[in-house]
């Protein structure tokens, strides 16, 4: 599935009753190696972010992991969908390595790409993005 046919299909700011189906998607491109359409992947990551379920941001840092390219291609901002303090709770709750080295991550971003962070307006920003 391509960009255009994901918008037409779940739109920018999908509903939460596509969240699997998102989640599956997101996780094949994940694993697909061969893929180097990092749009589709990075949709994917913000469709879930609007959605705005924690439990999506460990998917989102797979993605963001993925190779070097979506490393800096997937904002730091799009693992924070449920608010930065509210995934930063979930992740200090986790166990395993893949959450605490998210954590890490976050916490090093937060003076330089979470002043002033709001769901809202970022979820605003993508839309205008994608002319939703």
């Given at each position: 599935?391509?960009?255009e046919?994901?918008?037409?299909?779940y739109g920018v700011?999908?509903d939460?009753?596509?969240?699997e189906?998102?989640?599956?998607?997101l996780q094949?491109?994940?694993?697909?190696?061969?893929?180097?359409?990092?749009?589709?992947?990075?949709l994917?990551?913000?469709?879930l972010?609007?959605i705005?379920?924690?439990?999506?941001t460990?998917?989102?840092?797979?993605?963001k992991?993925?190779?070097q390219?979506?490393?800096s291609?997937?904002?730091?901002?799009?693992?924070?969908?449920?608010?930065?303090?509210?995934?930063?709770?979930?992740?200090?709750?986790?166990?395993?390595?893949?959450?605490?080295?998210e954590?890490?991550?976050?916490?090093?971003?937060?003076?330089y790409?979470?002043?002033?962070f709001?769901?809202?307006?970022?979820?605003?920003?993508?839309?205008q993005?994608?002319?939703a």
């Amino acid at each position: 599935m391509n960009e255009e046919e994901l918008l037409q299909l779940y739109g920018v700011e999908p509903d939460e009753v596509h969240r699997e189906a998102i989640r599956q998607l997101l996780q094949q491109e994940i694993e697909n190696r061969k893929s180097e359409d990092n749009e589709v992947l990075r949709l994917l990551c913000i469709m879930l972010f609007c959605i705005g379920n924690v439990e999506d941001t460990t998917l989102i840092w797979q993605a963001k992991r993925k190779n070097q390219d979506t490393g800096s291609y997937i904002d730091v901002q799009l693992l924070c969908g449920a608010g930065y303090e509210e995934t930063l709770f979930y992740l200090e709750n986790m166990d395993g390595e893949q959450a605490h080295k998210e954590l890490l991550y976050l916490r090093q971003c937060e003076p330089y790409d979470f002043v002033d962070f709001s769901n809202v307006e970022w979820v605003s920003h993508y839309k205008q993005c994608y002319g939703a």
